[in-house]
């Protein structure tokens, strides 16, 4: 009899430990915004991620805001890597998951549950990875990733490993491939003398890329000739400062307009008309956006003023033969008298 009641007991015992236990994997939750948690136990909670950890950078004067949560990486464009620092306090084995996605047109509520989110990002076919393993910092990687030339998202769906439905956070980071700008340069000429001039191009993309800068006078070009018009920049990655250098000489003085044409290599898009290039650097408004030859380019105008020579702009030895000339016609002037 006694056994019996033991054994009962024992049964009760595990099937009361059983729903509790259910009752914990299954928290239920309302969902969220982006970047938010979707819990009411165990959230799972992202920490900046170091900055050596992300090559990406945001353009200050874009329109993107810099998200540490997430940071992006690539060797090439066939690679992208998504890093993070994500930590679950009340996780059981400390253990998540983790699927990232580029491009899916949805909300976060569209990837709450495992449902939607099969149905609607992966069926986009756009690029996805996933994780599985420790919290901590860690990554994966898109492979082929299929970027547009604007604006691309990543959007992260982090969850605990026990119950895919469970500690959901939802985190995206929005980036640009290819962004730059112009830095505009404010040269010194003089009147006969060549000047090698600098043209600086900073970038912002995710991917590296070399410009091709050209210069070119679009008033008086009769009166000035360029040396190397037209010329490509090393590699940059985002957040370096690349430069061409272009020679120029004035024929007269006064004051004459050029255009700096700029084109990253990496930008294949093919276009037709201006219209079609309007995602180059859309946040300055002294940018233009030009159709070229069916690639595009920003455009925009410097005007550089050239003066006569003054004394200052000779050198040691020009001054000496200044002086010793003077010197020379004085005498002779002189012992004539």
Known sequence: MIQKIFLILLISSIGIYFSFFNFIVSGQGTSLDEGSAFFDLRPISLLDVPIEYGDYCVNPDGIEVQNTKLGLSTSDENYLNIKWNAIDKDGIENKIGVECWLNCQGTANDIINSTAEVNHCDNQNLGKCNFIGSTGTNFCTIINPNYTISDNEVKCRFYDQVDKNTGVHIETRNFKIIDYEIIIPT?????????????????????GTNFTNNITAFEKS????????????EVAYCGDVVESYP??????????????????????????????????????????????????????????????????????????????????????????F
Request: charged letters at 15%; one cysteine or more.
């Open 187 to 207: 040269p010194v000429l003089t009147v006969g003398a060549h000047k090698t001039i600098s043209l600086p191009v900073k970038s912002f993309g995710l991917l």
């Open 247 to 336: 020679s120029i000489n004035f024929l007269s003085t006064g004051k004459i307009s050029f255009y700096i044409e700029t084109h990253a290599t990496q930008d294949n898009k093919l276009c037709i008309l201006d219209n079609d290039c309007s995602y180059i650097n859309t946040q300055n408004q002294f940018i233009e956006s030009k159709c070229i030859n069916n690639a595009c380019w920003s455009r925009t105008s410097l005007s550089i003023e050239a003066g006569e020579a003054s004394l200052p702009e000779y050198n040691f030895i020009g001054f000496l033969f200044i002086i010793l000339f003077s010197s020379i016609v004085f005498y002779f002037k002189t012992k004539k």
């Open 222 to 233: 009769h009166l000035v000739s360029i040396f190397r018009p037209r010329s490509i920049t």
